[in-house]
């Protein structure tokens, strides 16, 4: 079977929650939909009218009334005018609506991805998101269209002419009411049971395309390391050719069902206009009636067929906000408990007590019952091999992810009570891959504190020996560092970052360390820096060669969650048969080497 079986059928309520959606935005502003809404309503009603004054026109000059004649023509005159300043009226409305609610969305969507778990963002494609939020955000606007300037007029012209009709001659109207309730039932059928479900793939593939695009042109660098080209086009045509299939099945859908309902327009065509001429010919419809009758129905005709490119639209609109709605619906993994507070720290004291922790899909816990204590000031490495929890133990401090028992604390309070932004501004981090914004290499500097002034920027260049290669390029802070730094070195980037964390100045730090990979005149510079910064702050370590951390205060040995070994380097060093010895060893090249990572 097709992986993608599933997705031939209609997910339950994906109309109803877009609507709710659209909806919930409308009632932000209530004022100009209300006017919008208004405004088209009564420019429709003047439409309506303008078939029967056409009849009595034609009586009129077949009856050679001439004032008659002038009196009908005056009044559609007079509703041409009115329809013209009304739609206008609606057409100018929706525009702030529109942009209002684009702006909106945009930004509430960006907001809740930025507060996404860490889990979410690695499982995701950035440009599959990204891709998501800007179709989504577009399809707003014909959504808009569609509900406010399309369908509501539509629906407003089929009632309302049946209405008329239905005061004269009742079987001709509930003809034509039946004969367009039959063309929208089918419309909407066709649109929600049979189109949207292939729509929908196809905007998946669409989704998957952006994905496999976004990932091979950002990771380009690899790819022209190991001669990957062919490789990536390869990929893609497999994308591109499942895309290429959902997609044609879905306009080939979209055709056979325009062609479907054009034939029944035309069998409701047919229908009245026989109807029309039974009416004279029995004597029950003056000239002028037949063409206020045959008039209705090419201004009903020509909104059934546009009803049917609504309905379409409405659909297609529907699907690609889909992803929007569910993306807007996702819920944070890490949230801010009722009433939390900022938290203060004074001396940086780090607390674990009974901690338990799994990640999601885990059968079996990292940590069970971890308890720790770091003071305040201390500098602690963690070692170990890969996996054994080194990496969870300070995204936990950092409260990317919550802890299902037990409790982490700074300074005796709990951070699952503070606000994760204040969390997050006393500790400042230098990852092993520091990943750097499309900017200014001051705006990326001074992003560890907004608001920094140039000398505090350059200032912690300083201190973290970045001035120098920084002084020497053409633009010199000025200078952007192309997608997440890939201008600078990797000894240049580790340096920004460190200078990041300079500038934060916040009271816990967190180093990845990252040295060994670089270049010895770029490592020794680092290590300087990296030890510069520790200096009276609480620091966390988590070393990648053992060399480093000699000179801490403390490491810490981690193995499958567990904490084996604590203390400092001598003392670990001198147990026989131990963890940390054995590592030490092996880097040493008494055994095989080992990443600590």
Same mark, same amino acid.
């Given at each position: ?172 109207? /509930?003809?034509? @009411?039946? =004969? *367009?309730? $039959?063309? +929208?039932?089918?419309?909407? %059928?066709? !649109? ?20 496999? /695009?976004?990932? @091979?042109? =950002? *990771?380009? $660098?690899? +790819?022209?390391?190991?001669? %990957?080209? !062919? ?367």
């Amino acid at each position: 079977m097709d992986d993608d079986q599933d997705d031939l059928f209609p997910r339950a309520n994906v109309l109803r929650s877009v609507l709710t959606f659209t909806f919930l935005h409308w009632l932000r502003r209530p004022a100009i939909v209300l006017l919008c809404t208004l405004a088209m309503l009564a420019g429709t009603l003047t439409e309506i009218f303008v078939p029967l004054l056409a009849g009595r026109l034609i009586d009129a000059v077949g009856a050679g009334d001439r004032a008659g004649a002038i009196h009908a023509f005056a009044i559609m005159s007079a509703l041409g005018l009115a329809m013209v300043v009304l739609r206008h009226l609606g057409w100018w409305a929706i525009i702030p609506l529109t942009l209002g609610m684009m702006r909106d969305v945009a930004q509430e969507a960006f907001a809740r991805v930025q507060r996404l778990s860490t889990e979410w963002h690695a499982n995701s494609f950035a440009g599959s998101t990204v891709r998501r939020i800007s179709r989504g955000m577009w399809a707003i606007d014909t959504l808009n269209d569609v509900l406010l300037l399309s369908l509501l007029p539509s629906l407003t012209v089929l009632a309302g002419t049946v209405v008329l009709l239905g005061l004269d001659w009742p079987l001709l109207g /509930l003809g034509m @009411a039946l =004969g *367009a309730f $039959a063309y +929208v039932a089918v419309t909407f %059928g066709l !649109a929600t049971r049979v189109l949207a479900p292939i729509a929908r793939l196809s905007n998946q593939w669409d989704t998957k395309l952006g994905g496999v /695009l976004s990932d @091979a042109i =950002g *990771a380009n $660098a690899v +790819v022209k390391a190991f001669g %990957g080209e !062919a490789r990536e086009d390869e990929r893609l045509s497999r994308t591109v050719n499942k895309w290429h299939r959902r997609t044609w099945r879905s306009w080939m859908a979209f055709t056979w069902a325009g062609s479907g309902q054009l034939a029944l327009l035309w069998l409701i065509r047919m229908g009245v206009t026989g109807g029309a001429l039974w009416l004279w010919q029995a004597g029950r419809a003056s000239a002028g009636d037949v063409a206020f009758i045959l008039t209705s129905y090419l201004l009903v005709h020509g909104y059934l067929r546009d009803v049917g490119q609504h309905v379409h639209m409405l659909q297609r609109s529907v699907n690609e906000m889909e992803e929007l709605v569910q993306l807007h619906d996702e819920p944070p993994a890490v949230v801010d408990a009722p009433g939390a507070r900022a938290l203060r720290v004074t001396a940086g004291t780090i607390r674990f007590d009974a901690v338990r922790f799994r990640y999601a899909g885990q059968t079996s816990p990292l940590y069970e019952g971890l308890n720790l204590s770091i003071a305040g000031g201390e500098r602690v490495g963690l070692v170990g091999p890969s996996g054994s929890g080194k990496t969870s133990f300070v995204k936990l401090i950092q409260r990317l992810y919550d802890v299902e028992a037990g409790q982490v604390s700074i300074d005796g309070q709990d951070i699952a009570a503070v606000t994760q932004e204040t969390l997050r501004r006393q500790v400042a981090i230098v990852p092993q891959e520091p990943v750097l914004f499309h900017r200014s290499l001051a705006e990326n500097i001074g992003y560890g504190r907004p608001g920094a002034t140039q000398a505090e920027i350059e200032q912690a260049a300083r201190l973290a020996n970045a001035h120098g290669f920084i002084e020497r390029l053409p633009k010199g802070y000025a200078t952007l560092v192309g997608e997440r730094g890939v201008k600078l070195s990797g000894g240049e980037r580790q340096r920004v970052a460190i200078a990041r964390a300079f500038l934060a100045d916040a009271p816990i730090l967190i180093l990845d360390e990252a040295t060994s990979s670089l270049d010895s005149e770029s490592e020794a510079a680092i290590q300087q820096a990296m030890e510069r910064l520790m200096v009276g702050r609480t620091a966390i370590v988590i070393a990648h060669r053992l060399s480093t951390v000699r000179a801490l205060d403390r490491i810490l040995v981690f193995d499958h969650g567990r904490i084996v070994e604590d203390g400092p380097h001598d003392r670990l060093l001198a147990i026989t048969g131990g963890h940390y010895r054995r590592l030490f060893e092996r880097q040493a090249g008494n055994g095989e080497p080992v990443l600590l990572q």
